[in-house]
């Protein structure tokens, strides 16, 4: 019933993350001994995920579910697989043809589902089911499908039947809805102060649908909804998981917590009695316990001692039974043979089904007809600069001296200059000689960021750059809240493009429209 986090990195000194990622010993003891039942993996290229998953599943007495938070396909997490730009962007494409997103969607599903089988994950921490109707949302943002409820029930539901071209789980997160909310629940308890109503008619709409479409699983949220539960959040409310999700929208499905070891969680309970207040609420799978050793004997002592009962487990192990028997069982006479799965070898490693012309012809297609631009650069006989802000430029996948964000400005003669949270403070002082400066923002919602907008620090420096007639053009990355908020301040003469996604495919196909052809 726990899923514990390991790094994708196949050698301890590669460990990023010590407090979350065991090292090797540990992380096979639990695995043999303690009998986890799933891995979350993050770090490492496709590739080492590959070697990973089936040094993990040789260490596991019985097969194991291996995950990972790949929402926008397997190259989010792990280097060589497709990386799709962020859901949102088929919401985009979805108010001029609806048609075409979906069967984008469906491809993008069948596409991640293809290449996390091919590296030996069977669980896929997606779609995105939340309603992302709130622009300061911090942690939900463009990993939203859109805004509404019939465009996410829509694109949601694609994603799933494509993904069902393989024998692989899927989760729609996050339960009751994190969409419209303005807290980040990694750090603190958001509250969701809407009634069942409410609830009824847009939160739920997106769950039911999943639900309908026969997704595998639901991934709880760290939230507070008092007219559900005035005491526990939804991952430990009983009214919640088991009153809403089970009873009321008729799941019979995996429910998962998201990870216990969150802000939301952490800060608030006992890491061990968060464990067990989860399996009360009716939870099925605990993610990330803060010491899953301790999670696991406080379950059994609260089984001893008639808090939770045998029943109550023994249907939790039902339902992973069940969930494994999916990915397992190759053909139907095994699949009516209730245990068949636990002596099935991990399916062959099949490196190449990655990154397969097709994938990659569909993300490109999902860019360049959500990608927006007005205008191109014009030459200038001053030297240019290319000023680059980003969050944090120490943890970037997408921004390597070779991305085409730095490499093709270079090219044509353009300095660079780079500003992320890093950065002293410049002064602010109108230079003696103007620079021509191609402005380029790579900000979007991100996890542990808190109540920290990082769109200030693009508004000060666009000021500024406007004032001091600057400005040669502004392209952003990532955020359609932040080109609404910065868009408005343009002189209609400034040329500006956006871009759903930040990876370097995202960043051609906005420089290619960008910047004028002679440039290229």
Known sequence: MLV??????????QIQYPS?????????HWLQDLG?????????????????????QDWAKIPLLLTADIEEGVGQRFAGATWFPPPMALGAI????????????????????????????????????????????????????????????????????????HCVLTTAKHFPGHGDTAMDSHLVLPVVPHDRERLAQLEYVPFEAAIAAHVDGVMSAHLLVPELD???????????????????????????????????????????????????????????????????????????????????????????WRAKQKVYALNIAEAHHGHAWEQHPPAPIRLDWLSTPLAYATAQEILVESTQCQGTVSQTSLPPCN?????????????????????????????????????PEPQWSK???????????????NPFRGSADP??????????????QQLQALAIYGSPYLLAKLQPLLPPEIPYGFSYGQTPQAQTVLLSQLLPSSFA
């Open 230 to 320: 005035r005491l526990y959040p939804a991952t430990l409310s009983e009214p919640v998981l088991t009153g809403e999700l089970r009873q009321r929208l008729g799941f019979e499905g995996l429910i998962v917590t998201d990870a216990l070891v969150m802000g939301a969680i952490a800060n608030n309970y006992g890491a061990n009695e968060a464990a067990v207040l989860a399996v009360e609420a009716g939870a099925d799978m605990l993610m990330m316990p803060a010491d899953p050793p301790g999670a696991i004997a406080a379950l059994c002592q609260a089984v001893q001692e008639g808090r939770i009962t045998p029943e109550r487990i023994q249907a939790s192990l039902e339902r992973i």
């Open 455 to 468: 769109s200030d620090r693009a508004l000060t420096w666009l000021k500024w750059l406007l004032d001091t």
């Open 4 to 13: 514990v986090r390991a790094s994708g990195y196949l050698f301890d000194p």
């Open 387 to 423: 000023l680059i802000l980003i969050d944090d430029s120490l943890d970037c996948a997408f921004l390597s001296r070779k991305a085409p964000a730095i490499d093709r400005p270079k090219q044509i003669g353009y300095t660079l200059t780079l500003v992320d949270n890093h950065t």
């Open 431 to 445: 230079p003696k000689t103007p620079i021509p400066t191609l402005m380029q923002l790579f900000l979007r919602g």
């Open 94 to 165: 979805a108010a001029t043809s609806l048609s075409q997103a979906t069967e984008w969607a469906t491809q993008m599903g069948a596409t991640t589902a293809q290449e996390a089988i091919a590296i030996g994950l069977n669980w896929i921490l997606a779609p995105v089911v939340d309603v992302n109707n709130n622009p300061q949302n911090p942690v939900i943002n463009v990993r939203a499908f859109g805004e509404t409820p019939t465009v996410v029930s829509q694109l949601a539901t694609a994603f799933i039947r494509g993904t069902q071209r």
């Open 20 to 28: 979350w990622e065991p090292p090797g010993a540990t992380l096979r």
């Open 36 to 56: 986890v039942g799933g891995v979350i993996l993050l770090g490492g290229s496709a590739g080492e995920i590959a070697l990973r998953t089936q040094q993990l």
